[in-house]
């Protein structure tokens, strides 16, 4: 007997790690308090593929929050550099294919 898994069986969840890089956008704060930033997504093993993402700091925390399985101390420290200096960091971030998709870093 022949057993043929189906396709969400076979489906493994692939997961990359990145570095995340925040730069405030040019657009300047925004009047509802989120800043707006360019997300610069990396390859955490070194190899080239940068990804440039427009959004904004409420949007990522909350990409971060749903998408990730990052501690709310790492997310708060997070949030803090981000309001606090021209940039904040997010180093060795595990994230699925699908919300790599979502933001276009992989094209669907």
Known sequence: MRVIASGADRRQDFRMRVNL?????????STTG?????????PACGLP???EFPTDSSALLQLLRQQT???APVLERFERDLHA???????GVELNDKVLTKIGYFID
């Open 49 to 51: 593929g940068d990804y």
């Open 69 to 71: 399985d990052l501690p």
């Open 21 to 29: 890089i925040t730069q405030t956008s040019v657009r300047g704060q």
């Open 85 to 91: 200096s021209m940039g904040a960091r997010l180093l």
């Open 34 to 42: 989120t800043i707006p930033l360019s997300l610069t997504i990396r």
